[in-house]
């Protein structure tokens, strides 16, 4: 059996996409991987989740920095709106391949952002998700 019902990964990396769905099912970290190329069509989709179905938001997202378009910071500006009451049930992590420690430093300093990882996505970052996040 899964630990999470739901992950949801934000990069337009397909390829990094690919890898962390495999990552994360082989692991049995989550029944359901939903993988969006772009921050906007995540939002969309929670967003909807949120006003219409919120059993269905997810437990965990994944979230990339430099993205074209919406920028995971922008996501994480929009992401602020969505109810609260919905969003406290979901950890969202950083997950990317800066290394500038400005973006390290800003990623902690959201109050949404539960850490920074860099890719590529590991099982041992899922465990250390597991028990410091996940089991509490």
Not at 61 to 72: A, K, S
Not at 114 to 126: A, V
Request: glycine residues 2%; aromatic residues 10%; hydrophobic residues 45%.
């Amino acid at each position: 059996m899964s630990l999470l019902k739901k992950v949801v990964l934000i990069d337009d990396d397909q390829v990094n996409n690919f890898v962390c769905e495999s990552i994360i099912k082989n692991e049995k970290f989550a029944e359901e991987v939903i993988s969006f190329e772009r921050a906007e069509n995540a939002l969309a989709y929670l967003s909807s989740a949120a006003a219409e179905k919120p059993e269905s938001f997810p437990n965990l997202i994944f979230l990339d920095i430099n993205m074209p378009g919406m920028d995971g910071w922008s996501f994480i500006d929009e992401y602020r709106m969505l109810p609260e009451h919905i969003t406290s049930n979901c950890c969202l992590f950083m997950l990317s391949s800066a290394v500038d420690r400005k973006d390290i430093i800003s990623a902690k300093n959201h109050l949404e952002v539960k850490d920074f990882f860099s890719k590529p996505l590991s099982p041992e970052i899922l465990e250390f998700i597991k028990e410091e996040f996940i089991g509490r």
